[in-house]
């Protein structure tokens, strides 16, 4: 197993030379998209069977994550983020002041402007912490947060963190004793049993 150390912080083009079994070089072009890597993050890279495959780790995505407080009435609008890397997005949101009716957006866009599946929730800072979950459903993503109108909508901070995983990611865990609620994470199963 080898490993690359990507010397640039955003969009690493490269192209790796190793050894495969047959003695034949195999070259995988390396693209990181617009994920913001740290000068020096190694990325293990194996041989597997001809092809090469990375092991990457979650990245922060800088994109759609933000510590800036919004007055009332304000928006933050994430920028365009290339998830072809990625196979789960992960969310994390923690405020005093509330979103709009369905302002807590996830947006995703086949080319990063128009942007035709939109998930929508409502976010109410009594309630406390958020956690979203998502599987790509095209190449880019974004988040938005439409603070509510005076007051209310008001922040004195936020915590808005967004992670994009290599791998897929549960949805969130609930008790068994909490209550249910629609704007919650679910998976639908269907069970067949065949005497």
């Known amino acids: ?9 955003v969009g690493f083009d490269g192209v790796v030379t190793q050894p495969t079994h047959d003695n034949l070089n195999a070259n995988a ?9 740290a000068n020096g ?3 293990p890279v194996s041989d597997a ?3 090469i495959t990375t092991d990457m780790l979650s990245f922060i995505d800088t994109n759609n994550s933000t510590t800036t407080p919004l007055s009332g009435g304000q928006t933050f609008t994430g920028t365009a983020t290339n998830l072809l890397p ?6 994390q949101i923690l405020t005093d002041g509330n979103s709009t009716v369905d302002g ?17 929730f409502t ?25 509510a109108a005076g007051g ?12 994009l995983h290599p791998t897929a990611v549960l949805t969130t865990i609930h008790r068994v004793g909490d209550d249910t609620s629609p704007d919650r994470s679910a998976q639908l199963m269907k069970t067949v049993l065949l005497a």
């Open 104 to 120: 807590m957006k996830f947006e995703f866009s086949i080319d990063g402007t128009n942007w035709d599946d939109i998930y929508l």
């Open 86 to 91: 990625f196979q789960a997005i992960t969310i």
């Open 152 to 163: 209310p909508g008001t922040q004195s901070f936020i915590r808005l963190q967004t992670l």
């Open 41 to 43: 993050n190694p990325v």
């Open 29 to 37: 072009n390396i693209q990181v998209g617009d994920v913001d890597v």
């Open 49 to 51: 069977g001809g092809s």
């Open 1 to 9: 197993m080898g490993v690359i150390v990507l010397s640039s912080a």
């Open 123 to 147: 976010y109410t800072a009594a309630n406390g912490s958020r956690r979203f979950q998502f599987s790509p459903t095209s190449k880019f993503f974004r988040v938005v947060f439409d603070a």
